[in-house]
C-alpha cells in the first residue's frame, strides 16, 4: 500500500482554474464512492476549499496511480485533462505524508499559520469515514495529523501574530484598548479592505460600529452585512467627536481626514484619545494629524512593519511545527512498518494455542481422574508457559519489523515457525468473510431471493 496525494491549489492555480474544480458538499459522498471505486484506490479523503483541492488516496501500485486520479477528476469535473495538468502536483509516500501534516497544521496556507484549514482536514477525514472511504491506514494517519496541528497551535505561539493589513490593524487596536467590547468604531470607506477590516473587527467582538462611504447605497450594503450603522458622508466629523477608533480604507486621491477638521474635533472630545489607523493608499489622512494632541495616527507603513515582523515571528515559529512533523513522519512509518508483522504475531499465538489445546487434550486422556480443580491449574501453568515462550520472539519480530530490512525478517520469522499454512488460512477466510458481507449488501436478483423479500414485506 502506498500513501499518495493528487491536487492544486493557491500557489500553482489561478483562481479562475481553482473554481473549475470545487465540490459542492451535497455531492461528496458520491464524489468519495466513485473515487474509491477508482482502479487501484483502497482509501481517499477529498480536502476542497476555496484555496484548494487536494485527494489523498491510498493505492496498491505507484506507477498508474496518477493516471486513475486525473481520470477521476476529467471525468467528475468535465474538463479535458490537457486543461488542468500543468496545475496539478502529486507526492508520493513519505512527501504526501508531509504534506497533509504541513497542511492541517497551516504551513502550507496562503496565510501562514490559520487555523480555519485545521477543521477543514477534519471535515474531510470524518465526512470519508462516515462513507466508508477511509481504512486503516488513513483513519491513522488523519487522527495523527489533526492531533498534531492542535498541539502545534497550541505549544507555539504561530497564530499570534497577524500577517495581514486589516488583521494587523484590528489586533493593533486591541492592544492599545485591551477589547472593543465598549467601544466605538467608524469606518470609513466600503472597499474590499474595509470589508476585511469589518470581518476582524465583528470576530474580535465589537459591538457599536459605523459605517461611512461617499456612496450611501454601499455603507448600507457593509453595516447591515454585520450589525452596523450607516451614516451619511456628512456625518464624518460628527463621528469622529463620538467614537474610539477610526480606520479608514477608501480610493480617494485627496486627504479624507484633513489637519483642519481634526483640530475641531479635538476641541470638542475633551481629551478623550483616538486611534486612526489609516490603511489606504493614497492616505486618507493628513499626516500632521498625528502631531494633534491625543490623535494617534498609523499609516499602512507602520501597519506593514508589524506584519512583516509578525510574519518573521511566524516562521520561526513554522520551523518548530517542521520539526514536530519529523518526529511524527517517522513515527509513522515506524507503525506502518509494523502493520505486516500482525498477522504472522496473530498466526504464531494461534498456532501456539492449537498446541496448547492438543497437549491438554492428550493429557485429560492419559489422566482421567483429574479433578476440575486440577485440570484449571495444570491449564493455567501450561498456558503461562507458552505466553513466556513467546514473548521474546514476538518482541523481537516487532523491532525488526520497524527496520529497513523488514520484508526478509517476516519471511525469516514465517519460515521458522512454518506459519505459512496458517496466514493462508486465515488470508481464504477473511476473503470469505468480506464476499458474504458483500453478498448480504447486494439486492435480491433470483426468483428465491424476490420470494424472500416478498414474504418479509407480507410478514411487516
Same mark, same amino acid.
Given at each position: ?62 506507477? +498508474? ?67 466508508? %472511504? ?33 488583521? %494587523? ?11 472593543? %467590547? ?35 447605497? *454601499? ?17 464624518? %466629523? ?49 499626516? *500632521? ?24 515571528? +511566524? ?75 513467546? +514473548? ?69
Amino acid at each position: 500500500m502506498h500513501i499518495v496525494v493528487v491536487g492544486l491549489n493557491h500557489r500553482t492555480a489561478p483562481v479562475e482554474v481553482r473554481e473549475k474544480f470545487t465540490f459542492a458538499n451535497d455531492d461528496l459522498p458520491q464524489a468519495l464512492q466513485e473515487l474509491k471505486n477508482t482502479k487501484s484506490v483502497l482509501e481517499c479523503v477529498v480536502v476542497a476549499t476555496c484555496n484548494r483541492t487536494e485527494i489523498y488516496a491510498v493505492v496498491d501500485k505507484l506507477p +498508474r496511480y496518477a493516471h486513475y486520479i486525473r481520470g477521476f477528476i476529467e471525468k467528475w469535473f468535465g474538463v479535458p485533462r490537457e486543461q488542468f495538468r500543468e496545475f496539478l502536483y502529486s507526492y508520493e509516500e513519505e512527501q504526501a505524508t508531509r504534506h497533509l501534516f504541513r497542511v492541517t497544521a497551516g504551513l502550507n496556507s496562503m496565510i501562514i499559520g490559520e487555523t480555519q484549514i485545521l477543521g477543514q482536514v477534519k471535515d474531510a477525514f470524518l465526512l470519508a469515514q462516515q462513507n466508508q %472511504a477511509t481504512g486503516t491506514m488513513f483513519n491513522a494517519l488523519f487522527k495523527q495529523a489533526i492531533t498534531l496541528a492542535k498541539r502545534a497551535h497550541y505549544e507555539t505561539s504561530i497564530g499570534e501574530n497577524p500577517v495581514s493589513v486589516s488583521y %494587523a490593524a484590528v489586533e493593533l487596536g486591541k492592544r492599545i484598548f485591551g477589547s472593543y %467590547a465598549n467601544k466605538k468604531v467608524l469606518i470609513v470607506g466600503a472597499g474590499k479592505m474595509g470589508e476585511l477590516t469589518l470581518k476582524h473587527l465583528h470576530a474580535s467582538g465589537l459591538k457599536q460600529l459605523y459605517v461611512i462611504n461617499r456612496t450611501y447605497s *454601499k455603507a448600507v450594503e457593509l453595516a447591515e452585512s454585520s450589525g452596523g450603522t450607516a451614516c451619511k458622508f456628512e456625518r464624518l %466629523a460628527e463621528l469622529l467627536v463620538e467614537v474610539d477608533i477610526v480606520i479608514t480604507s477608501t480610493g480617494a486621491t485627496e486627504f479624507v481626514l484633513t489637519h483642519h477638521m481634526l483640530q475641531g474635533v479635538v476641541t470638542k472630545r475633551k481629551s478623550r484619545p483616538l486611534f486612526m489607523m489609516d490603511i489606504a493608499v493614497p492616505r486618507d489622512a493628513d499626516p *500632521k494629524i498625528g502631531e494633534l494632541p491625543n490623535i494617534f495616527l498609523y499609516d499602512i507603513d507602520d501597519l506593514e512593519a508589524l506584519v512583516e515582523s509578525n510574519l518573521e515571528e +511566524r516562521q520561526k515559529e513554522a520551523a518548530k511545527i517542521e520539526m514536530m512533523i519529523d518526529k511524527e513522519i517517522a513515527a509513522f512509518e515506524i507503525w506502518t512498518r509494523t502493520l505486516g508483522v500482525s498477522p504472522l504475531i496473530q498466526a504464531l499465538q494461534q498456532k501456539a494455542g492449537n498446541v496448547h489445546e492438543e497437549t491438554m487434550d492428550s493429557l485429560l486422556k492419559k489422566l482421567p481422574e483429574l479433578d476440575e480443580r486440577q485440570i484449571k491449574v495444570i491449564r493455567k501453568l501450561t498456558k503461562s508457559i507458552v505466553n513466556q515462550m513467546l +514473548r521474546d520472539p514476538i518482541l523481537r519480530i516487532k523491532e525488526m519489523s520497524a527496520q529497513r530490512n523488514s520484508d526478509e525478517a517476516l519471511d525469516y520469522f514465517t519460515q521458522i515457525f512454518a506459519l505459512e499454512e496458517i496466514l493462508v488460512q486465515n488470508e481464504l477466510e477473511s476473503q470469505d468473510r468480506q464476499l458474504d458481507q458483500s453478498e448480504e449488501e447486494k439486492p435480491a436478483t433470483t426468483m428465491q431471493g424476490w420470494q424472500r423479500e416478498l414474504s418479509t414485506l407480507a410478514l411487516s
